[in-house]
């Protein structure tokens, strides 16, 4: 079975700065992909970036990317310019490319400084 | 906009009285999602529609059914609702079998059992 492994339960950036949520996973399968959501407080779970493991190029949108590496089943997020908007709980997930089912990790906490 | 809706957005009931939660969507997608979070947790899947092929987890406790009349409605229907079952119920769907097959959640429905 797959295990999705998020190791910082909370975190905290100033506004502007940089940070980086960890992510790790487990899985036997060669196809599949993984998703970072963002939760904001009493609101809705949305995606806020993907990436498929047969492509070797990370993914980007805007100011959200990640250092996807195969190899060591690893998959972190970095946010840059942090804005306050971005206080939220972000889940890391996992989907093999036959399955339906999503396999989300137990979610950072991040917490932005003014 | 295309999007998943759900209503009621927070819905209160008591011990042991049926309710019955709504999603729909205007994607057009052919799985449709049930997910249960509780507070500071992951979603845990409950169900999921694929087309009108009803998929259950083991897992998921007898009480629960789901409902999909059509492709834009799913229900879910918690039969006697126990205290336990207070909660966070996200409705999700995905386009499976296309290229960007990833879920978008709807905003929920907070249950409350008193």
Redesign the interface.
């Known amino acids: 079975a797959q295990t999705v492994t998020q190791s910082q339960p909370e975190m905290s950036v100033q506004e502007a700065e940089t940070v980086t949520l960890s992510c790790t996973y487990d899985t036997s399968e060669s196809d599949y ?1 993984l ?1 970072w ?1 963002k939760q904001p407080p009493s ?5 806020v970036i ?1 990436q498929e493991a047969y492509k070797q190029q990370n993914a980007t949108e805007n100011r959200f990317s990640v250092n996807f590496q195969k190899a060591a089943k690893s998959f972190s997020l970095k946010i840059s310019d942090s804005q306050l908007g971005d206080a939220a ?1 972000y ?1 890391c997930a996992y ?1 093999g490319a036959g399955s ?3 396999t ?4 950072t ?1 991040l917490s932005v400084i003014p | 906009d295309a999007m998943v809706i759900q209503n009621p957005r927070y819905q209160v009931t008591q011990f042991g009285k049926p309710v019955t939660l709504s999603c729909s969507q205007t994607l057009n997608h052919n799985v449709m999602y049930w997910y249960q979070q509780k507070s500071s947790q992951a979603p845990k899947l409950l169900f999921h529609y694929y087309d009108k092929d009803f998929n259950n987890e083991a897992d998921t406790p007898d009480n629960f059914q789901s409902r999909r009349p059509n492709t834009s409605f799913c229900f879910l229907d918690i039969r006697s609702p126990g205290l336990g079952d207070a909660a966070m119920y996200l409705c999700a769907t995905s386009r499976y079998g296309s290229s960007t097959d990833t879920q978008y959640f709807g905003p929920g429905t907070r249950l409350t059992v008193l």
């Open positions: 992909y998703f959501y609101r809705q779970m949305i995606l993907r709980m889940f989907r339906y089912q999503l989300f990790g137990k979610g906490k």
